[in-house]
């Protein structure tokens, strides 16, 4: 269709790559894109680095302007401008102009819904204080970095030890603040097994973050200034000079349902591979969607950016006229936390438990170079294999170097299903500043073959 | 069979490997490794950390002593014995001991032939000078360090930039030595492409190593105390305090003409994918064979740790009476040569036009990091694949973090011929401090599916 006008709604990762892909694809489309916050294209996961004083111009966490967006991609990019209702029978949207408060009906050809996630909420009282902070967004960078630097902080107290909460409180920590992680349960990061848990743990007390376990937020105390300056949990009373709060998100989804767009897993939005909505001309992408796991080849919700990119290209190519194709995704994740690299890849023992998977799991602890050459450190590799079909599962690496880029090299075995066997058979390259004889990763595998 | 007796003759890689997995394989048999050096299971691929210093105790190299293969694998180990002879006709083995010059007539049930390369020669008067080493083995070395140690040499001159050539440049700089690189082509490192062969240039002029392309040695020319003192070429003379001859390896197989034993390329023996020679109850392995190129199906030459302890282990298995295969290999090699990480996987350039194939090629340049971490660093790619299958047919990177792991992730990539397409869809984790959002291999993959 010539002259099709294409409207997006939401303007980070998922967004603004579906916007620009329908623009490659079909340069004569009228391509809309609205945005209810104040910045495009911002750059999430890299908040906490601005935080710890790595990256020290926020600037740099915006890919895109409006302005380039419109010159380079031929987009026209709406700020606060918030979706209201959509009414698929018209193909219309309704939207607020935040500035004006004023309503704007938009007519559709294709609608890309990319409204993203939004920080869970505790729901208990003094949550809206102004010392209590989400990780998100441009202006909730903006709020943190104002208050620290303004109120000079010295203790923060994070609620949630997901990968915003450990990495928050590795950036506080390097701005030599003292800080209390709260945790719902007995260890930190619940996307890991235990046996990597356990090192996070042991790498979060290394460096003076107080971790509190199985501990459940009950109320924030205010002082007269409105700030909060106690936590009160099951596990004692901590005394603060900010709060942030990381315990997950949820997809932006709420307004969909009046439009009878099908939700899924934690309400997100059901797409087929093609990232169709149920609705016709409506196509969803990024942290408002669930996403088919490629091992288990049922739908998941895992809101990270690189599922975000993906499906927003497809969405965009697809609205545009095309016939693109996500495949899926396996949960690669990956972080440093001080001078710890952890990833997984593919499912957890957790996961594969709890999805009733035959399997066979092994822990090794191996070199990442030869034993006697310098710089030679231990490396920590958790597979998880299908007893049935010889196929890996899953896998979890730590350790001091060479972990992460590893976990690239399952990823790959695991999406493309090879077997163990096959895999122990893989060639790579020997070199003894880089890997024992047989890379950690062989070594592994020959292992957990043992044992199947 | 029980009490069968396996002969091994060769105990460096392969040899050790094949009798220890043969006597795993079959507890009951009577193992006799044969070696004709005065060391088993010698790390060669360390030597150049050695002599760099990276290593200060050579014992380390040394993973089996003879008493610990005989302790440790109930392997009988005969070092300084050497093989005179095979008749296949009468399953028997003539081996001479060095110590004592005798002979010993040696029966066998199964014979697995594991008896390396030897470094190959310029023939060259002068070339047997006590100035002019070779590195490949534990006297090598020794002869080596005791030289440099003792005769303070200042300046070497090493014949030939391959892997071990550039190696020992790096580690003679370490020890502030003045080098002079002399190779026979334009460019050091022939396993590579151009794209690359200059950056290891660049490299190595960057630390002080003259390289001197297109140069033949012609003469050595000899002082009066029976050193090299000049190296002639055609490309002018130099003067040195020593000469190391690193122009290639050729395998050990001269004596097994007289047995009738196939020999292919290089005349390194044929074997099948049970590391079974021509010859019944023979079996071969390591740096005298063939292996064959998975990529290709075509028997190459390439004389690697890898390959020998897997060939190894197959003819082991297969000699104790197993079914071992092995798949054969891809060529994966890798070094960190001064700060610059290189690795090949696969097919180079010049390979895939030599054996005909339609491909694509490309080279992208592009960030290590998300560009504005610290310590982002470039990283280069080339990509080779193949129009017909849009396979991938291999990969050269280089650059100063990052590259070696990078070129595994590949190197499963090939080995599974995953088309170029599926490669650019494998869901890789990402963290700014380990990758921009789209890996190196990504964005390589992206940029060359567009010129397919």
Redesign the interface.
Known sequence: MKNMKIIVIGGTAAGTSAAAKAARINPAAEIILFEKSDTVSY?V??IP?LIGG??T?EN?LIVFSPQKLSQEKKITVKTLHQLEKIIPSKHKVIIRDLNSSSIIEQKYDRLILATGASPRKLNIKGEESRNVFYIRSHSDTAMLLNYINNEKAKKAIIIGAGFVGVEMAEAFRKNNMEITLIHNKELPLDDFDAEIQQMILQELRKNQVEFVPNARTEAFINSKSGKVEYVVTNKGSFETDLVVVAIGVVPNTEIFKSARIRLGLNNAVKVNNMQETNIDRVYAAGDCCEVKN?VTGRPSYVP???NA??TGWVAGENAAGGKAKF?G????????LFSL?I???GLTEKEATSLQYNYVKDFVITDSK?H???GNKKIFIKLIVDKLTKRILGAQLAGEE?V??????I???I??K?TIE?FS???????????P?W?P?LVAANSIKRKL
Do not use: H, W
């Not at 995704?329 to 990956?334: G, M, N």
């Not at 992460?404 to 090299?409: C, E, H, I, K």
């Not at 058979?425 to 890997?435: G, I, K, T, V, W």
């Open positions: 750059g996961c890299e680095f790595d990256i111009d740099k490629i990270l950016a690189t990119v993906r495949d995704a396996i949960f690669s994740a990956a972080m440093k690299e990833a997984r890849t030869v006697f050459m310098p060479g992460v880029l590893r976990a690239n090299t990823a790959t075995a999406q493309t090879l096959e058979r893989l060639d790579f390259s020997y070199f003894p500043m880089f890997s004889l890379d990763l």
